[in-house]
């Protein structure tokens, strides 16, 4: 299976960005105004985008665009809805004292996540599993980056 077996059309990729914000405003609603929420996704989305319209042109394959955005949205998609009964099951970390299992959960989808993230750029970008597996990783730094400097903790309510 690759993002070439799914459907080549813009309302898919459509209705998964949608899904994607909805579940985003369920997960950190609480936490988060929906401002900053919307903001969050759009630079998610965005670092997605020109990662695959960089690499898909460069590699003159422009036609695979949609359908690897709909995989790369519809992964993080999967994964923010399995994040709904994770995070009510484990107890809340709170800044002061840190829950070993929620983290360590956490941490475990994170990796899972950038594992699928990068099969799909492996068989969209048509490049070897480290290569897929390393643009996964700078994906997630650049995004991890963009979160601290134009979301500080401080002022997301």
């Known amino acids: 299976s690759s993002p070439a077996s799914l459907p080549y059309h813009p309302y898919t990729l459509g209705l998964t960005l949608g899904a994607y914000l909805l579940v985003a405003l369920v997960l950190l609603g609480d ?4 401002h900053s929420i919307v903001i969050q996704v759009s630079i998610e989305v965005a670092i997605l985008y020109l990662v695959c ?5 460069f590699m003159r394959k ?3 665009m949609v359908q690897t955005l ?3 949205y519809g992964v993080n998609l999967v994964f923010a809805l399995f994040m709904i009964p994770v995070l009510t099951i484990l107890p809340t970390s709170t800044p002061d004292q840190l ?3 929620t983290e360590a959960t956490k941490l475990v989808l994170l990796f899972w996540n950038l594992a699928a993230i990068s099969l799909v750029l492996k068989r969209a970008f048509d490049v070897p599993t480290l290569t ?4 996964a990783i700078i994906y997630f730094l650049i995004y991890q980056y963009l979160m601290l400097y134009l ?3 401080d002022s997301i309510q």
């Open 70 to 72: 709909s995989a790369l």
């Open 99 to 101: 829950e070993m299992t």
């Open 31 to 34: 936490e988060r105004s929906v």
């Open 53 to 57: 319209y960089f690499v898909l042109n």
């Open 132 to 135: 897929g597996a390393f643009i």
């Open 151 to 153: 979301l500080p903790v």
């Open 62 to 64: 422009p036609e695979r």
